[in-house]
Each structure stands twice: as structure tokens, then as C-alpha cells.
């Protein structure tokens, strides 16, 4: 059975900060959607910018890439890394130069299938029947002591360094490593992005409980952020999340008139391939060019 992204739901508040550094996006082009969100770094200047640089990119790449995208993993790879060069240039371009910085975590859904990639703490959830079914794993400190075993899950949440990255676009010439996955689809499932200051006080039962229930997608995204800023009271940090449900695809989408939905043709999917192996040799140049430098 094919499906879709039906109902739609977003919620950015600014807690207990002066601004909101935090940056989301959904686009769209007829089977294939594009979500994506960063969280600014506010121990760096400008995190707002940087976060707003990835989503930019995130429009700028998603519309010049030939559509299906016959390489999810390869397009959400470059993209970020895209994003990562932009803010490291607007960083340069600055008198005196700064360093602004986001986290970032995106996800393609086409063909009944979610790719995601991400670099930091900001975090994708796959969840389906009221159970939570993928995650991403934050790039860290806490997580990296977590995973070693030298403190538990409690102790992660009120660690005085759990703030602390160790993966972000932006600050450094050298491009993160990027972290991917992908999972099949079904019907009623609902993806999540979210910046950490949602996750970070609201429980996965809570999530699952409230996403699952009664209410519509947007009103039980909006009552999770609302209570993850009245829990972190008064140290609220700015608070994103976009959410998707799957649903069954419609039998007059499933088979649109040519005229209004052409199939790509063998020279648009060479168009296509020629474009990703040539961004492939420019970033193997950059590379090059960096490592000699």
C-alpha cells in the first residue's frame, strides 16, 4: 500500500531565552518531502543565523535536485555538508570573523521510505503504534559517557555538561561527520524532529502517550512543548518540533493525469546523475584543496 505525509504539526517557543535560536522547515514536491531543523548554538554568535543558513540550504538544495532523488542518503549527506560550507563562510565574511554554529537533522520521505542524517543533539523519532521504533543517537558528551557505561540515562538528563556537542555545522573548516538512517514506512506512523530543548524534559512515554491520544497531530505537538517549557521553568531553552503522520495515499494522487504530474524521463534521471557525480568531484577537489592547505 502506498502512503503519504498527511497531517501536518509544528510548535517553536522561545522559553526562558531572550531569542529563538532554533529553525525548522518542511518542503515539498509532489511525493517527496523534505523536513528539516537546527538548533543555534547560543555558546557561539549568531546560532540563530547559522540555524537559518541550514534551512535556506535545506530550500536552495531540495529545489535544484531533480525529483524522486535517486540517492537519499548521498543528497542528505551533501546537503549538510552544503550547509555546514555556507555557515562557515558567512562566518568569514564577518568583520572580525566569527564562528556560528546549529545542529541539524533532516529527513527525505519519498517512496514509502524516511532517510534521515544528522550532526548533534537535535533528534528524529520514527514512531508507530504507540512505541518508538528508531531514534537518532546524539553526537554528545553525555551520550558518548552514557554508551560507555560511565553514567546512567538519570544521570545523563542533569550531567552539567550535557549541552555539550561534539558533532555541529559550522566552527571548523573540516565538514562533520554525518550520521544516516532510514527505516520503511507504514501508515500512522509519525516522524518527529525536535530540538533538545523538547526532548530534553519530556519523557518518550509522555511523547508516545500524548502523539497517540485523542487530540489532532498540531494541538498534541503544541501540549508537549508547552509542557517541556513549564517542566525546565525557569531555565526553558528555546523549544522546536515538526511532526508528520503518515496516512494512505489517496487513489486520485496515486494516479495523477500525465500533463499534471509527468514521470521523470531517462534524460531528467541522467541530468541527475551527471549533477550528483559532478557536487562529487567538487568535494572531492575541496577536500584536497583543504588537506594540502
Sequence with gaps: MSIQPG??????????????????????DGDVTLLGLGDGMGGHPRGE??????????????????????????????LLHKAHENIVAFGYEQQPAIDPRTTAVACLIQKNVAHWAH????????????RVLARTIDHSYVERLKQQGVITAREQKHHPQRNYVTRCLGGTLVSPEITLGKHKLEAGDILLLCSDGFWGSISEDEMLTTLFGKLPLSEAVQELAERA???????SDNITAIAVRMEPLDEQRAKPPKHDRPEHSDESNLAQAIAELQNAINSFETENKQDKE
Excluded: M, W
Aim: proline residues 6%.
Design 49 to 78: 543565523t547559522a540555524a537559518q543558513v541550514l534551512i535556506d540550504t535545506c530550500q536552495n538544495y531540495f529545489d535544484l535536485t531533480p525529483h524522486p532523488i535517486l540517492n537519499p542518503s548521498s543528497f542528505l549527506t551533501r
Design 119 to 130: 550532526a548533534g543533539d537535535s533528534r528524529l523519532y520514527l514512531l508507530r503504534e504507540h
Design 7 to 28: 497531517e501536518f504539526a509544528f510548535s517553536s517557543l522561545i522559553g526562558d531565552r531572550k531569542i529563538n535560536q532554533d529553525r525548522s522547515i518542511r518542503v515539498e
Design 229 to 235: 517549557a513549564h517542566k525546565a521553568f525557569p531555565d
